[in-house]
């Protein structure tokens, strides 16, 4: 994961409409970005409802919510849960994973990102980075906003 203090690398997402949505979007805005294996598990569901809900008090803040979940997928998501305080991105043709260092190398899951939090001041320098040691457990939503 990108070392705290560093500036994270550049990405570029696909949003739900299929338009990209990159790291350079961003500039100026404080961004969680919310890493997770798929929308379609309980964990990641509920990771979203919860940034969701505690986005929506924060100042210059965005949450991108960041799978390889088809952009569809994340979009149908987020209309029937009636999320609007969070952006959704796919890594379906991005090397993110990669760049970040929570894509899944090995096991059932590879290939699919491990789920991480990663915040970002407003030039893009790493304030935090957490990534859980077991996939089913939630991140530290706590730790995530406070450096905020």
Not at 102 to 114: I, Q, Y
Request: glycine content about 6%.
């Amino acid at each position: 994961m990108p070392a705290i203090g560093s500036i994270a690398p550049a990405f570029t997402l696909s949003a739900s409409d299929l338009s990209d949505l990159t790291s350079a979007s961003l500039a100026g805005k404080r961004v969680v970005l919310n890493i997770f294996p798929s929308i379609d598990t309980p964990t990641c569901a509920a990771s979203v409802r919860k940034f969701n809900a505690q986005a929506a008090a924060l100042d210059n803040v965005v949450v991108i919510c960041i799978s390889a979940d088809l952009p569809f997928a994340l979009g149908r998501f987020c209309g029937a849960e009636g999320i609007d305080n969070v952006k959704v991105g796919s890594t379906f043709r991005s090397s993110f994973g990669d760049d970040y260092g929570v894509r899944f190398v090995t096991g059932p899951l590879a290939k699919l990102l491990s789920r991480s939090v990663v915040v970002l001041d407003t030039d893009g320098k790493v304030l935090h980075t957490e990534q859980v040691a077991e996939t089913a457990d939630e991140p530290d939503y706590s730790a995530a906003l406070a450096v905020l």
